[in-house]
């Protein structure tokens, strides 16, 4: 039988998902980390597919209009979950981006249909329709109703392909600048925490569960995802009636997209403008004397303000102390006891101690500047000293606020000062851990447009070791201090900033003895090879 021509719709389907199914047996071959990787995904895809399945498959055992309701809220979870993690895989999926595939000889109509069946092609997209069609099972009665509902389940997975690719291509050229990216990073945080919105609704006790799970569904009932769960349930006319609006929807964003796409091909890339450079002094220049120890503050301050990935840290560790203690003081502040703002605060300082876990990977190939500089052990210590002192710069208010914010929510104002000064010794613990682990375990921060990156490909066992270690070191060096403040009386608070600073000294002392005898290895560490993997859908 001969292959159909390349151009035609049949070929450009067959050749995109050739190509999309050889990038994920890519992954087959090379490091061990990547192919463990690999499996993980399979099997935690195959977990959730099968939970998935069966979970809505068991909602024909609920009362009818319950089952509706349960099968309206998944429609419509699977479409915005459609729409917004590819946003956070751009930069590590090629093919999310219409500009990496601007340079091929393909009319916009055939590129849309190639990235279209990328999209379609793949562990999750597979996972995705099956765990639709357990809605078929759930709710589909007769055999109308499996015909209805089979052409619904398709339509669902072609409305949550077709509105994801126009999300991620509309927005493609502003993801490429750091501006975007940094207005996406603070969106992700914010989207990860709404997971904490069920338990705080549970604690805000609103009433009849059933009831809010009613009025949620009565509302999304009329989004297009809620239409095809409830096209069916309801079957013959209607529900043809409702897919056919779907259809409407479909076809719409299809062509919007198709315009998008075409407007992105040849529109110029923002990211490669040439940005501004700013004269003149910071404070950091008016207040340290001019030196090695000014220059690494500064240039750390200058990570902070331009590298999306760093805020992603500071912010999260901020509002996710807020949540636990706006969430957990929610039902109870007396049984809690005034300990509360004490251990919130101490863990955001140890969330942002833990970024120093691997100083200088954020250097990179860059670093060589700095192992040609370094002369001895006090100047490696000195290195050190500077990215600790902008760590602490930023850190000391931002944990003072912190305090403040728990401590109000749980009830007890007069534990902002303890917990603003047990955090403060916290901070100086991690600090300490940070410089061990940057020195013993390194491995390289790839430089990809995407602020939720960890190591390079083939250093996962590397960062999982760094941070497991920076985290047991921060945990047993802060018992000493913040055990004696939950325990016994507030004053002994007093002490904590001395001791975190005492135990920075030391740490930063034991990391320069190591660091400087192994500078080679640590250059080589960070400056691996930084390739971005093709595959996430």
Not at 333 to 358: C, D, H, K, R
Not at 376 to 393: C, K, N, P, V, Y
Request: net charge positive; proline share 6%; aromatic share 6%.
């Amino acid at each position: 039988m001969n292959e159909p021509p390349p151009w035609s719709l049949p070929g450009t389907v067959e050749l995109f998902a050739r190509l999309k199914l050889r990038l994920l047996a890519g992954n087959l071959r090379g490091a061990v980390e990547r192919k463990l990787g690999f499996v993980f995904t399979l099997v935690m895809a195959a977990s959730l597919t099968a939970v998935g399945f069966a979970l809505m498959a068991l909602v024909r055992l609920a009362p009818r209009d319950v089952a509706v309701d349960l099968v309206i809220v998944v429609h419509t979870v699977l479409l915005i979950s459609w729409m917004i993690v590819p946003l956070l895989a751009f930069g590590l999926d090629d093919t999310l981006d219409p500009a990496r595939l601007s340079l091929f000889p393909l009319r916009t109509g055939q590129l849309a249909v190639g990235m279209f069946t990328a999209s379609a092609t793949g562990v999750w997209p597979l996972a995705t329709l099956i765990v639709t069609a357990g809605g078929l099972v759930g709710l589909a009665t007769g055999a109308g109703g499996v015909l209805v509902g089979l052409v619904a389940v398709f339509l669902q997975f072609a409305l949550c392909l077709v509105l994801s690719r126009l999300v991620t291509t509309s927005l493609s050229g502003a993801l490429r600048t750091r501006r975007g990216r940094d207005v996406l990073a603070v969106a992700a945080v914010f989207v990860v925490l709404l997971a904490q919105l069920p338990n705080l609704l549970v604690n805000a006790d609103l009433g009849d569960p059933r009831a809010v799970l009613h009025g949620v569904a009565g509302v999304l009932r009329w989004t297009p995802s809620g239409m095809t769960a409830h096209a069916i349930a309801d079957g013959g006319l209607l529900g043809l009636a409702e897919l056919l609006v779907v259809a409407l929807v479909v076809a719409g964003a299809a062509w919007l997209w198709i315009k998008v796409l075409n407007r992105a091909l040849v529109t110029p890339d923002a990211s490669t403008r040439a940005g501004s450079v700013r004269g003149g002094s910071g404070l950091v220049d008016r207040l340290l004397p001019d030196g090695p120890l000014a220059a690494v503050v500064g240039k750390e301050l200058k990570y902070l303000r331009r590298d999306p990935r760093m805020r992603v840290i500071w912010f999260t560790a901020v509002v996710v102390t807020a949540v636990l203690a706006f969430s957990l003081s929610g039902n109870s502040q007396e049984a809690l006891g005034p300990w509360l703002p004490v251990v919130l605060t101490s863990i955001g300082a140890a969330m942002i101690a833990l970024q120093s876990g691997n100083a200088f990977g954020i250097d990179g190939p860059s670093y060589w500047t700095n192992v040609v500089a370094c002369g001895s052990e006090e100047h490696f210590r000195t290195d050190l000293a500077g990215r600790h002192l902008a760590t602490t710069l930023v850190a000391t208010p931002v944990l003072a606020v912190a305090a403040t914010a728990t401590a109000l929510f749980a009830g007890h104002p007069a534990m902002i000062v303890p917990a603003v000064l047990t955090a403060w010794g916290v901070l100086g613990v991690g600090l300490a851990a940070g410089a061990v682990t940057s020195v013993t375990i390194p491995y390289t921060v790839p430089e990809r447009m995407n602020a939720f990156t960890g190591a390079a490909p083939g250093q996962g066992g590397q960062a999982f070791a760094s941070s497991m270690g920076a985290l047991l070191g921060v945990l047993a060096g802060s018992l000493p201090v913040v055990l004696p403040v939950v325990l016994g009386p507030a004053w002994v608070s007093v002490v904590a900033p001395f001791y975190g600073l005492l135990a920075a000294a030391l740490g930063r002392r034991l990391g320069a003895r190591i660091g400087f005898a192994r500078m080679p290895d640590l250059l080589a560490a960070v400056s691996q090879t930084r390739v971005t993997s093709g595959l996430v859908q």
